[in-house]
């Protein structure tokens, strides 16, 4: 089993910056891409942001601009660097190994922005 953390989440005011990291404890076997969800509360987890094996990203439209999703593969890290913050960005952020056979998620991050 492979582990996923999640950290970097807090309280940041609108037009402020965070970047998440997602560490996971060592490779994993037949991933397709590393992603991050977010789930408001009273919603839906979302899918955010996604980066492939060969390093193409993708994006929700509403983040698109502001969010860059990156990864150290040395370090066996993602980032999610948000920039321009919102307060409909207020979520618990998850990372995501997606891969062929079942997904590996982690507990998530809190990502408050409130003034």
């Known amino acids: 089993q492979v582990r996923l953390v999640e950290s970097g989440g807090g309280l940041v005011q609108p037009g402020g910056s965070l970047r998440l990291s997602c560490e996971f404890s060592?490779?994993?076997?037949?991933?397709?891409?590393m992603r991050w969800y977010r789930q408001a509360p009273g919603k839906q987890r979302e899918w955010v942001a996604s980066i492939a094996n060969d390093g193409s990203t993708d994006y929700v439209a509403d983040v698109k601009g502001r969010f860059a999703i990156a990864r150290d593969s040395a370090k066996n890290t993602v980032y999610l660097q948000m920039n321009d913050l919102k307060p409909e960005d207020t979520a618990v952020y998850y990372c995501n190994a997606h891969r062929r056979g079942p997904d590996f998620w982690g507990q998530g991050t809190q990502v408050t922005v409130s003034s």
């Open positions: 060592r490779g994993i076997f037949n991933l397709e891409s």
